[in-house]
């Protein structure tokens, strides 16, 4: 079947300036989703949204409180003579050197995630990621210097999914 091509309307600058991406994301392991329990209707793709996902019980969504601004996504792709490449990227920055911030670089590098956005203005929840083709954690840059005492996480995935709407919860309720 053939996807018909969709109008692309011209936005003003609200919609399209910077900053709009709330301090804080949503993370919660590809393993703590409970894939007997999913469903063809979690994801919609006409409408682009993705239902809440099914956990396990001893699931639970992680905060990250990114510093101010810092929040960047981003999505490149190119094709190639024989298949085309994807790289799509979450990135933020983790203020100051504190045990959860270890924990976290030493125990998930490499791993699978679920990653939401929340955008501050409209508070609408991008999730980036889906079931069977996670984010993986998969860089991190650490330091304590006269500048400053941060992380900066990148979770990336080379799947040629683009972020939905999520309309589940993020907490732990």
């Excluded at 969709?6 to 991406?21: C, F, L, P």
């Excluded at 469903?39 to 639970?60: N, Q, Y």
Aim: proline share 5%; charged share 25%.
């Amino acid at each position: 079947m053939i996807k018909q091509i969709k109008d692309i309307a011209a936005v003003n600058d609200v919609a399209s300036q910077g900053k709009r991406i709330w301090n804080d994301m949503y993370i919660i392991p590809d393993k703590s989703i409970d894939y007997a329990k999913l469903t063809p209707e979690t994801i919609d793709d006409e409408l682009r949204t993705m239902a809440a996902l099914p956990l396990t019980p001893e699931a639970k969504w992680a905060t990250f409180s990114f510093a101010k601004y810092t929040p960047n996504t981003g999505s490149e792709g190119s094709s190639g003579d024989i298949t085309s490449a994807v790289s799509n990227k979450v990135m933020g920055t983790l203020a100051g050197q504190r045990k959860e911030i270890d924990d976290f670089l030493e125990n998930h590098l490499g791993e699978g995630f679920m990653v939401v956005e929340v955008d501050r203005i409209t508070r609408k929840k991008t999730i980036h990621g889906r079931p069977y083709s996670p984010m993986f954690f998969t860089a991190f840059s650490k330091r304590n210097n006269a500048d400053n005492a941060s992380t900066d996480v990148t979770f990336s995935s080379d799947s040629f999914f683009q972020p939905l709407e999520y309309l589940g919860e993020c907490t732990n309720a």
